[in-house]
């Protein structure tokens, strides 16, 4: 092969996206960073950070937001991960429908999908309705506005990407490798967790990294499952920018949230299994 | 061949129409203001309806056409402010908190009263409501108490929010909305006898706060919250009457005996603009009388003018009437902006427990 051929073509097939990125990502996300580093003459200074770190209600949401992404990343692992071995695992036509169940959500928006949480977790909707009439809670229980509300709403809107990260990733483990194990003397098990996983380990890594970046930066689901109550970093950030005009302290706020989702990213690839 | 000469036809017809109305768009119409541009920053709510009443007959007086950049408050402000040395923005439509911060933020100027003919025809209240002529207030609302009068008792003060029986059932504007500081105001004036000591508003809030179902930051999250039986009572924007009415519940409307407060929606003119007298004459016509009577019965904003009248089903989806209006207490803007984030600080800290 004509090495300057491939570099060609590698430049061409990587160009527009990278040029893309480029402009629209990382040119305003330097931006943003520097901009959080800078006083109002211009100098470089970190008393944007102190003013919002030392700021009580800023560690307050700053543990809430993060104790909801890390209850809803495990769950989503829990149930997903399997659910996308066993898609892994389908042929033909039970596979396609399987994999178009799993996109079906992600084509509604995510408005519309957390509006129906209102109706399904309201007073008088289907959970309570189903929990009195078989009288296991006397009257309507509150259900909406609670940490709960909003972590069963972001299990639902960023459990199919873990499903589909993983399931991508598990179709490249050969059952072959499977069988070989087993005809080794592994059980079902332990092929499953010494094989399979570190395996599709990458899958997993970027599936935890959509979930926790998603659920740690939502607005939507947070703002209206949460409301008033349960007050998030995103939430917190809007509140900021838009209504006190406090741009400086959302520039730290959003500097903040993209360094945890690194800090995470990176913690999680330590866990990575030798030799893969 | 016939097909050809009746595309021929059309063709050539369709040119010399063109070439007619270009025609016809260079003809001076001999109005004041032909050619001009007036720019205006507003909401993007009932636009058609806006078009309608006050764009359209507006730009067929003057002769100029009308661009409007549409938004919410903040992103306007945003926009303006960013912009502020290159301004585009000849009137600006702002809530009364955000155009205090206009006002201070250098990106709004006083209007020219004597270009104002119309100024004599509106509430005293609307005339300066930010003080040193930054505004004028063409748009009256207020915030009223709503209640199912078949789950409540009839509502009579603002403390009745604080009784134990509506405990779970209860709902008020957030802090960071328009009305807001308005409630805290309210809450200290029925459990002292007038606002000045806010420290006892704060102190009911935090009792109220555990019997809230949620605070609500939109007017379409509290008609939800309404439609799905989960609020009994709340405090409300008077634009949002007509959709809470149209949810087929038992609904009711109260005058608390400590008053509601009110606010406008608030014109302005634009720091760097090019077209200062175009500017006021827009001003000026949204407090004429037929603008304010159109917009009043389609119900979109409602009058400050004291001359305009309309019918009784209508003036209910409205912020209208003398009983109503004598009822109204206006905040100052300056006051309330200073006390923001102090209050939205207080705010989390009592709903972040």
Partial sequence: MNPLKSKKTMLFLVGPGFIFLLIFFFLPLMYVLLESFQGENGQLTLVRYYDVLKNAQFKLVFVRTLKMALVVTPIAVIIGYPCAYFISKLKGKKKSILTTLVILPLMTSPVARTYAWIVILGKYGIVNAFLTSLHIIPEPTRLLYTEGAIIVGLLQLFMPILILTVSSSLENVSSEVEEAALSLGSNRLGVFFRVVVPLSFEGLIMGITLVFTGCFTAYVTPAILGGANVLTLSTLMREQALVLMNWEAATVIAVIMIITTLVLYNGIRAFKPRNM | MKKMLVMCVVLVASFSSLFAQGTSEKESTGLPYEG??????????????????????????????????????????????????????????????????????????????????????????????????????????????????????????????????????????????????????????????????????????????????????????????????????????????????????????????????????????????????????????????????????????????????????????????????????????????????????????????
Avoid at chain 2, 315 to 335: I, R
Avoid at chain 2, 337 to 343: I, V
């Fill in chain 2, 36 to 353: 001009e541009t007036l720019t205006v920053s507003m909401w993007g709510y009932n636009m058609d309806i806006l078009e309608k009443n006050i764009i359209t007959p507006f730009e067929e007086k003057y002769g100029c056409e009308i661009v409007v950049e549409t938004g919410n408050n903040s992103d306007r402000l945003t926009k303006m402010v960013a912009r502020k040395n290159n301004p585009i923005v000849d009137v600006a439509l702002f809530a009364g908190s955000h155009t205090y911060k206009a006002k201070e933020a250098g990106v709004i100027k006083p209007y020219d009263p004597s270009l104002l003919t119309n100024l004599d025809a509106i509430m005293e209240e609307a005339k300066d409501p930010i003080g040193d002529m930054y505004g004028i207030g063409y748009s009256l609302s207020n915030l009223g108490l709503f209640y199912r009068s078949d789950k409540c008792d009839e509502i009579t003060s603002w403390k009745d929010l604080l009784d134990p029986s509506y405990a779970g059932t209860v709902s008020v504007p957030t802090i960071t909305t328009t009305y807001g500081p308005a409630f805290i105001y309210m809450l200290t004036k029925a459990f002292t006898g007038d606002f000045t000591n806010t420290e006892v508003g704060w102190q009911k809030l935090e009792e109220l706060a555990p019997n809230l179902i949620t605070a609500y930051s939109k007017s379409s999250e509290l008609n939800t919250l309404i439609a799905q039986e989960e609020v009994y009572i709340a405090p409300y924007s008077s634009f949002a009457w007509g959709s809470i009415a149209s949810t087929g519940l038992d609904v009711a409307k109260a005058i608390p005996e400590e008053g509601l407060p009110g606010t406008f929606s608030i014109a302005s003119v634009g720091a760097g603009t090019k077209n200062e007298t175009l500017a006021n004459e827009f001003i000026n016509w949204l407090i004429s009388y037929d603008v304010q009577l159109n917009e009043a019965l389609d119900q979109v904003d409602s009058p400050v003018r004291l001359d305009v009248e309309v019918p009784e089903e209508i003036a209910q989806n409205l912020a209208y009437g003398e009983e109503l209006v004598s009822n109204l207490y206006f905040f100052d803007e300056a006051e309330l902006a200073a006390n923001q984030e102090e209050w939205i600080n207080r705010w989390n800290s009592i709903f972040s427990k």
